[in-house]
Structures are given as C-alpha cells and as structure tokens.
C-alpha cells in the first residue's frame, strides 16, 4: 500500500537530502531548512499505551532495543509525570475527559529512526523520533520534559478526536499555564536547530505571547483560551467581550498560520523574509525578499507539491463521491479572494438533524394546509363577496408555486447522492429562500388589500344594499391571519427555516474541507514581498469579511514561487492581470515614446509557459485513470472482494470507483496490488496502439448524446472488446444480470492478457506505486480575463493545446536533448548578435554597468537588446541574414564560414560596395548621425531644426572618430536592411520581413515553442501532432466557419471561462460569493466540472457558452467605463452650477422606480459616488475595434 510521509505533528524535524553537500555541518542545522524531506524513518520499537492514563505517573512499557530508544523513553516518561504533576490544568482535565471516554483507550507507540517529527500521531500512532538523541548528544538536556510534555497533548488530543485546530489550542493552553521559566526552557528546547530547524512552534509560541492587542484588565495575556472562552460566556461588558474575543480570534488567526506551516515545507528561509519584510525603506524590503524568494530550493518545493496533493487527494474526503479541490493560480487581486473562500469551503453531511428539519420545513410550506386554512376563513363570507374571496384564494394557491424552486433547491442538497453538499449552496438556498419567501409574502399581502378595498369599494358603489363591510373585514382579518401564520416573520415557514439553518450551523463543525488554495507569485522585485501571505498576514486593502476568511481557512492557504503546483492542480485559474496597457519605448531617433498596445503576446507567452505543467497533470490524470480501471477489473475476477465492494455502494450512496478503491485498500485485497499494477499498464500500452479506436468510440457516443469519457472508451474497448461500429440504437435491450455475467468474464480475460503480456517492469513499477491511490478527475483550467468574445477558444486554447502536442510528441521521441541543443543555438547568437550590434551602438557602458551589479554578460547583453527596440530590430535582422547564410552554404559547400562576432554574410559586404546603393546608404547615415548629435558641439553653428547639407554633415563627421564610427555602423546596418529586403523579394515564401520581425520573441520568450518546432519538422513528426496520443484537447473541434463544437475528441481537460466580477473594495466578498457568477463552458462534462466547482464558494453559479461569457465581461467592463464617466461629468457640472451636490443629483435620479431598484441591485442605476468593481474599464468600442481586428498589432 502506498503510504503517505508523516504531514503534521509536534517539532518539525527535517532531515536533508542525499548529496545536499552544503546543508550537511550539524552545527548549522537550521540552514537545512532548505533542503528537507519529510520521511518515515526506521521503525524501531513498538507497544500499546493507555492513553488515558497521562495523569498517572505509569511508564510506557516498551522493551529496550538500544540507547537512543531508551532516552527516548526516558523522556516520554519524564513528560509524563510532567502532565501529572499539572493535571488540574484545565487543558489537561479536559484531554483526561476526553481519552477517558474513548471506546478503545489503547494507543499505538512507534519509535523510529530519523522520523520527520519529534511527535507525531498519524493512523491511531503517537510516533516518537530516537535520532534526536545523537544529535543533542545529551541525555537530559534542558527544557525537555515541558517540551515533550506538549508534543504528547497534541498527539493525545488528536488520537482523542480533537481536530488539528483544537489540539494546537490546547497545546497553547497548556504552553500558557506554565509558569514563565518553564516556558522559556521549552522554547530553548524547541529552538535548537535539532528539535525544530524551522523554529514553527518556536515562532508560534512567541507569537502569542507577544499578543499586540489590549486585554482587559487584571487579565494576564498569557490566560489559556479554554479559560479566556470560559470568561467571554460570563462576562456582560461590551467593552470587555469585544477585547476578550480579538485575543481569542487573534490567537486561531495563530493557529491557522501553524496547522499550514505544519503541512508545508518552507522552500525559503523564514526568518530572513520576515526580517527583509520588516524593513522600512521599500526599495531596500524588495531587493532582500527577492533574494531570500530567488534562491528558493526548486526540489523541496516539488516535493511539497507531490506530497500535499497526494494526502489531500488521498485522505480528504476519502469515503466520498466528492473529490477535494486543489486550486493553483495567478496571485492577483480577483483570483486571491477566490482562493481565500476555496481554502474556507466545505461540504456539509447530511445528519439526522438536518434531515429532520427539511422534513419540517417541507411540510410547514405544504400549500394545501394554507389553502385549507384560507377556506376556512371563507365560511362565514356573504354571497355577494364571495367570488372575490374565492378569486383571492385561487390566486394565492397560485402564488404558493412560486416557492417551490427555493423549496426545490433545498430538497435537493440534502437528498442529493451521497448525502454531501456545499455548505455555500446551504447558505445561497436559505437565503434564497428568504428572498422568495420575503417577496411572497409582500404579493400575497397586497393581494389581499387590494381584494378588501375592491369589495368595500363596491359596497361604496352602492352595488349591494346589504349591511357587509363589518362581516368582509372579519374574513379579510381571518385571511391575513392564515397568511401570517403561513408566511410571515412569526410563521410556520420562517419559524421552520430558522430551525434548518440551525441544523446546518451545528453539523458545520464537522464539515468536510474541500479546498487547497495554491497563489503562483514567480520570484521578482516587486512581487517577493507578498510571500507574507504565508505569515497569514491580512491584506490592508481586502474588507473586514475577507480578512476573517484568512483567519479561518488560511491553514489551506499557500503561495508559491514554483509552477510545480500546477502539476498536482484539481483546477487551475489563470487571471493575467492586464493585457492593454500603456509601455515606454525608445523609437528610432533615440527618444522615450509612449504606446498603447493590446498584448497577446504576454498572454501567450504565459499559457505557453505553463502548458508543460499542464501536460504532466494530464498524463498524471491518465496513469490515475488506468490504475481506477484496473482495480475495477481485478476486483471483478474476486468475487468476495466485488460482493463487498457492491455491498458498500449501496449501503453507502457510493459511486463505483469509490467502492472499488475503499475495497482495495482493504486487508484481504492487498494482495492483488501487483495484479492491478499489470492491468493498469496492460492499459497504458492498449491505450497506445489503439488509441483512434478508443477516441472513435467517444465521439460515437457523444454523436448519440452519451458523454462519456476516455476511462470509459477503455472499458469498452479494451475490456468488453466493443468497436466504435457496434454502438447501434437497434440492439435489444439486455438485463442487468446478464451485462453483469459477461462484463465479469471480460474482466476475467483481461487480467489474464495483461498477467501474459508482460509489459516493461518499469510501467508495472510506477503503477505500484498509486495502485490504490484514488482517481484524479479531469483537470479545468479556467481563464478569468479576455479581450472580446473569441478570444479563449480561438486563440488560447489553440495555443495550450499546441503547446502541450509539441512536448508531448518531442518527449515520446526522447528528443529532449535536441530540443535543448537547438535552443541553445538560439541564445548564442543572440548574444553573440547582440554584443556585435551593441558595440556597434555604443552601448558597451550600459552592458558593464549590468555586469558590475552582478548580472552575467549574456543576461546583461540580453537586458539591453530587450529594452532598446531599434538596437533589437538590427539585432534580429543580422540574425535572420545569418540564417539565410547558414542555409545557403548548406547547398554550397565552397561558401566561407564566417564569425557572427566580427563578420556579416558576404552579400552585406558586396552590397557596402555597390556603387548604384552607396550613396543612398551614405545620405541616410548622415541624416541618422546628424539626428542623433545635432545639439553636440560639433555641430554648433548649424540649425537644429533643419538638417545641414549633406557634404556640410560629411565633413564635420570626418572631425571626430565617434561620429566616423556612428557614420560606419550606419551605413552597415542599412546595407543589412537592403540586403533582407532583396532576400525577402527574392525568396518571398520564406517571409523573411515578417521573420525578422518576430524573430526576437520567437527565439527567447518563444525559444523552446520555435525550437521544438524546429525538431519535429526536421525529423517530420508534424503529422503526430494531431495524435489522440499526443494531442491533448478539452474535446472541441473547430468547423470551417471557425464556431467551435463539442466532440469529445481527445478530451483530457476542462476549459472554463469563468469571468471575475469582484467588486474591488465595496461589497468584494460579496460580488464574489453572492452574486450569480456566470461560467463559460465548452461541453456538458465541463459544464457539470465548472457548476460544481464555482457552487464551492459562489451562492448560484449560472453556466452559458463561453462567448455568452466572454461579452458578459467585457460589456460589463464597458458599462462601468460609461457610468463613471457619466458620473464624474455630472459631478463636475454641479459643482460649476453651485446648485446642490451630487448625492442630492443621484437621489432625484433614483425617485424613478427603475433606477431605485437597478441602485438597491448594485446593477449600476444612477447611484453617487464611484463605485469600484468589474475589472478594468474599456472604452465603449473596444470590442468592437477587437472584434473587427483593426489594429495590425492584433
């Protein structure tokens, strides 16, 4: 069985990696921090312990094996009289209470060798390192027995039942109560660089001691919290219950920040962030957090990703249908608070309370108890009144349906399969249900008038002589008291939907996590600095409601210098902050301009970047998918293992999948783990040869309206042995027993083909090792921001999906290596071509200058030639004519080498000599040279407006070597621009022009995207690219009127649109969590993903198109545009007029009903003031300059 290394406990004790030669000086253990592993170590010793028994000073009984387990247990037994000797605690009484009541009071011990923690409690085990022994190298050092003493509490709250969470408070607890030299020892036992390299509960300990918050007084801050929560349920002061509870949100805000420090290892050093980050000045804070950030150690945090994702794939929510999410994004603004409600999400089980409620609920809304009560107050109502009565009465049955969907919607949470379901659609469905339930009764209400005035209007009328209004407002009395009694604020609705909500509250401290949020923040100047998020530390600019957020969930909050994450990512949000800005370049006569440019070609270069990631999540997902399926077929050939797995997915509402896994991991199956392994990669391999058969039996089914996925295709294909071809609507109908029968002995079959093929022992090898890992779904990659509508399908996904088919195929060819060669090719002569044309520029200064801050010369050169367009395009153009060159002595041999350091190609020289091209060369260097020195001394005399004669230029340049020079390196380059224009006339189907000026992107940004082009066409792979094996696809096709269709096809992702709304500032949790987020989805399998995963933290998440979703956004950016204008014109004109002020403006405008509702909506009526939120404005034909491309730079 594959297990997971240790992931929380007491006393972080790293160990280093094999071969980190820098980190292995024992006496700088703390530097270690750096290249640590979480591992199990050596099981030494073991035995049963009653647990319970702390408060008796009673020796763990395990026998002596050698010297560091006897200290080892020394120390327990110190740490034990330790507990006894303060068990009237209240920490400690309340543990005792709780162990006590254990039905088994047994307790696993291991000691092990070189184990992660010094205490750690994992599957009903306390673990106890022994390692730590030799390192200290002293049997009694100090502070050990306070410092053992805490690590047990947490271990025994754990193996008691406390959560994470509780037990890190009543370790604090207890830390707290002791007195102050005891603390002090612990922490000094804790600090060393032995116990806890990376000072976690050191830090922790600290933190709370050093409270910055006021207490109230004759409180000491370092009163434990069960006693500060004691106090807060007795104390009547406002005054006093609002510091009592900052200090108690101040010190869970603590504890968050250590159960996630627990979880991950650190790939920086702590202490140095904190330390840069302290620092005042913010050119100085940048500069040491990007240093502490840049040097991060790449394979530890590889390793956290692998490892986090697996216990959180593996032990969240394992008995489930659901699947945990773990999303990777972005950092920025609208992703953060989306990751900060996933961390926060949880799945709420449906408990007999609830149950009991929503029956409750169910019947108070019965609407034929109201209609019943309303018939009654009908009785006693004259003849000539009662048509309207019973008018009134039909017309409230009507109005009862209305409630149905909110009713609806709640039925189905809690019934749903599975019985889990989010506790944000509980919360959206009560509140839903309020509004309707609100309005409903406002309705009926008016209804209800308006029938009483119409019968006593008629009576006034004179329409009937009888003496009735005392007897028609006795009836309308009776029928607002049914309508009270049924829908008002005193009802039975509102009574029972106060008793569902409180049902659902009580079973929250038993929810489910669900999401791990991920925020990607590459190492850089200006972004190392948020890496504070990982300190919990609240963001200034977010509300009160996001800040609490962080306090609650941030245990499952982690941000990243590594993409290594979106290997492991259930979902990953990219939100590319802006893509239209405003950029400073230098133009060709040397001066600073400023360009407004719409930029893909940032937003390509990001997915690019990240679509190797994205394939190895697919392939991941692939191998999961294979190991799913092979499990279902050996337990298929195991009848007592295939009873009870069908046994527990009907007792249980459980899936297929899920049953199969929890059976597998049983002890009567652990023996088949190695027939799952040879199914699996029997699979990989059928997979591989008949891979167009299985994607033809997708797109089949999909034709027929039966979304199914590739895992299922196997199944057919390779398991049943269906074709595509047989998938026909006229078979006769079979009956469960039999499809059962015969789905056993294909199953039978398949084990025995996959028992004799034999396939290679290193896919066996890596099956083994997630045989009994549970299967990953389907991976979204969900894109927040876009241009105009088109933009995602047309354009980024044909680039990720690209992206991915080039790696894929390079990698399935084992060309790696070349791909690296020629890349490299592309970095030499760009340096190479740009140090020649930098020198030529005069630019040699500015290369050193880089260089002395210690940046290497080909990144300084390379700094210099990105910066300085006109210096960039001389650049490339040398570059593409070398190129041409090296192609052209491919075909003549007798051509010469030539040196790009020193020389051009020859025909660059023939053309400095050509006689008819010389003069016109030499005007324009003249003009050039002129241009650029004209206000220098050598010059002086002369108009700076108007160019001198060109032989009056000449003779002045003879005057001075530099301007000789300039004159000279001019005249070459435009012997290089002619001489790419005659290739390009001479040679047009090589777009030399169009080359040159994509060449630099496309050989460094783009670099390995050109490069593994470059292979693949040299080796003539190009028709691979469109392999189902390579060709990885969200499952759209394109027709030839480029609209997209779903297919199916090669289906391996999720591609969601979905378009951030955040209101950023007022309201911002609540534009992201209640507003209806609308999604954009390709396909109904996406479409189910993306439904599921925004009801994670969004009240009702609406599914459309993606185009549908795309022009949301951007009309909706447009929209704000036109009312803040709007706004700040009016704004203006009143404060000309001098005539009232705008607030008064925006309350006249809103006396018209319309705008007053559109205003209470926040849907942008004529409201004052500005209101923040929807992104970045566009102008108002934006969409359409993008939509029709009238930019060339589109």
Known sequence: ??????????????????GADKHTNANDAKSRKGTAKRVEGRLVASAQWNGWEIVKPSSVSIQSCNKEADTILSWIELAHRFLHYHSSLPTVTRLVEKLAARTSPKIRIEL????????????????????????????????????????????????????????????????????????????????????????????????????????????????????????????????????????????????????????????????????????HDIKTRREMAYRVIRDFDREMEKANAERISAQIRNQWLQDHNKHPVIVVGRESRAFSNQATLLANSTYISRTPEITAATTALMQAADESLFIQNLLKTSEAVPPWASEDIFKLANSLKEQVRHLQPALGRIRSLVYGKGGLSPF????????????????????????????????????????????????????????????EEYSGRGGCIWEALHVFEQAVHNSSPHAHAVGFSVLLQR??????????TNELEPKPEQEEALQQLVRLGGQNLYMTPSPEWIVEATDIIEAVPLFIYERTLVDESGHPVTVFEVDQEGLEQTVRDMASYWARNIDKTMASENAALAREVVLHTQPALLAAAKALQAKDDLLPEVAFRLVSKSPEAQAHVSAIAKVAAWLEVGFDKHAEEVEKFVEVSWQASRFIGRVDALRAVLVRGKLASSQRGDVAPRSDADEERDYVEACQRALKLATDAAPPSGIVDRYSKIALERQRPLPAFHLLTTEAPGLVESFIQVVLEEEMALRNVIQAHSLEDEVRAVLKTYNDRITKVGERVIREYGYDAIVSQYVGQGMPRASAIGRVVSDNLPLQKDVCTLAVLAEVYHVMRQSDSTLPDIDLATQDPPFVDQLMLDASRRPS?????????????????????????????????????????????????????????????????????????DRSKRYYRTHTALGLTTARREVIGKHGLHGKLMDPRYAYSCGVAFNKDGRSRPTGGRKRYHFVYGPSRVNLGKDERKSVEVWPQFVGATDPLCAQHARAFYSLINHNPIVRPIAGAENLKVSENQWTA?????????????????????????????????????????????????????????????????????????
Request: hydrophobic share 40%.
């Open 1122 to 1194: 036109l009312v803040r204008s709007l706004r700040n014109v009016q704004a203006l004109f009143v404060e000309r007029l001098g005539v009232g002020d705008i607030e008064d403006l925006a309350y006249q405008f809103n006396q018209r009903g319309g705008l007053a509702v559109a205003a209470s909506k926040e849907a942008e009526g004529y409201m004052s003031g500005p209101t923040a939120g929807y992104c970045i404005p566009k102008d108002l034909l934006f969409k359409l300059f993008v939509v029709t491309h009238l930019d060339s730079r589109k």
């Open 1 to 18: 069985m594959y297990t997971l290394p240790p992931s929380s406990g007491f006393g972080i004790k790293l160990h280093p990696y094999a």
């Open 424 to 483: 944000t659609q509980y919360h959206g469905g009560i509140i839903h249900l309020s509004e309707v339930l609100t309005l409903f009764h406002q309705t009926v209400s008016s209804q209800v008038d308006t029938t009483h005035r119409r019968v006593l209007s008629a009576l006034a009328n004179g329409v009937s002589r009888n003496p009735g209004p005392l007897v028609v407002s006795s009836v309308m009395a009776g029928v607002r008291k049914a309508v």
């Open 523 to 532: 190492p850089s100047l200006s972004g190392s600095e948020r890496f504070k």
């Open 112 to 279: 092990r060798d070189n184990h992660a923690f010094l205490v750690n409690y994992q599957r009903d085990t306390i673990t106890f390192d022994t390692s730590i022994v030799n390192e200290i190298n002293n049997a009694h050092p100090l502070g050990v027995e306070p410092a053992y003493a805490l690590g047990l509490v947490t271990a025994l709250a754990l193996s008691g039942g406390f959560s994470e969470r509780e037990a890190i408070h009543m370790t604090l607890g207890l830390f707290l109560s002791l007195p102050s030299a005891t603390r002090s020892a612990a922490l000094t036992f804790l600090d060393s660089p032995f116990s806890d390299p990376g000072s976690t509960h050191t830090l922790f300990f600290k933190d709370v001691l050093a409270c910055p918050l006021p207490a109230p007084q004759d409180l000491r801050l370092d009163t434990d919290t069960i006693t500060l929560e004691q106090l807060l349920d007795r104390e009547r002061s406002v005054e006093v219950r609002e510091k009592l509870s900052e200090i108690i949100k101040f010190r869970d805000h603590r504890a968050s920040w250590l159960q996630g420090q627990l979880l991950v290892d650190l790939p920086y050093s702590r202490a140095a962030l904190r330390e840069a980050v302290s620092v």
């Open 921 to 993: 060369f030499e005007v324009k260097a003249l003009s050039w040279v002129w241009q650029q020195n004209k206000t220098d001394p050598e010059f002086k005399g002369h108009s700076i407006t108007n160019m001198p004669a060109p032989q009056v230029v000449a003779d002045i340049v003879r005057t001075s070597d530099t301007l000789t020079q300039e004159f000279s390196s001019f005249m070459r380059w435009e012997a290089r621009r002619a001489a790419l224009d005659i290739m390009n006339e001479t040679h047009p189907n090589l777009h030399l022009a």
